[in-house]
């Protein structure tokens, strides 16, 4: 059964801290592994990764896939209060199905 | 920036009763989506739809769930007959291929 784990499902730290999110995959015929923000509603798309080694950066998010240890990793430098959310890796195949993880809830205190 | 819009935002409903949950897709994308999200829970899959048909659904995607896309532009999900487990937040996505963006969810409660 494909399956996503993400850890650690909940980690709280100050403002200007650096984290760490970490994303393990097992999904037949893997083709990606997206990263989503979540606040109050709905994910928002932040990274697709689909090639070992590259890392993608979005201001201080930064992210990067290891295919052949199943594995993604989220960095967020100098943290901010509005960083503060929920973090769900998803892993997709060539069937189009998502699979989720469970997130993980980062809270940055001021 | 066009944008997934799903109505309505909240549905309350009695058991046993039938609910469409509406969702309007961005509007050149070719792959849908719906998934729910049961209060502090994951997000799950519930149903792919392409080319006007399923192409994947999940073990939650019973009998009592079905997708329509009726008029080339809204995507709906229907339960036939709701059951207090089936409340949740519902996501509808619509993806080119790859990413999917979501909408804002609609918040079903089944009382």
């Known amino acids: 059964e494909d399956k996503v784990v993400q850890s650690p499902l909940s980690l709280v730290v100050h403002e200007g801290d650096t984290v760490t999110l970490n994303c393990s995959y097992e999904?037949?015929?893997?083709?990606?592994l997206l990263w989503y923000k979540q606040e109050k509603k709905a994910p928002t798309f932040l990274f697709m990764l689909?090639?070992?080694?590259i890392e993608k950066k979005s201001g201080r998010l930064s992210s990067i896939l290891d295919k052949k240890e199943l594995f993604s990793i989220l960095n967020i430098t100098a943290t901010q209060t509005g960083d503060s959310a929920v973090y769900l890796c998803?892993?997709?195949?060539?069937?189009?199905?998502?699979?989720f993880g469970p997130g993980t809830r980062l809270s940055v205190l001021p | 920036e066009p944008e997934v819009t799903q109505t309505p935002s909240h549905q309350v409903t009695q058991m046993g009763q039938e609910v469409i949950l509406r969702c309007v897709p961005i509007?050149?994308?070719?792959?849908f989506y719906w998934y729910r999200q049961i209060l502090g829970q994951k997000v799950e899959f519930l149903v792919s739809?392409?080319?006007?048909?399923?192409?994947?659904k999940s073990e939650i995607f019973d009998d009592q769930f079905s997708v329509e896309r009726p008029d080339g532009s809204n995507f709906t999900l229907k339960i036939r007959s709701t059951k207090l487990e089936d409340s949740a937040m519902y996501f509808c996505?619509?993806?080119?291929?790859?990413?999917?963006?979501f909408g804002p969810g609609t918040r079903l409660t089944v009382t």
């Open positions: 996505a619509s993806s080119p291929m790859g990413v999917q963006y």
């Open positions: 999904v037949t015929n893997f083709r990606s």
């Open positions: 689909t090639s070992s080694g």
């Open positions: 998803a892993a997709t195949s060539y069937g189009q199905n998502f699979v």
């Open positions: 509007s050149n994308h070719l792959y």
């Open positions: 739809f392409y080319n006007n048909e399923i192409s994947e």
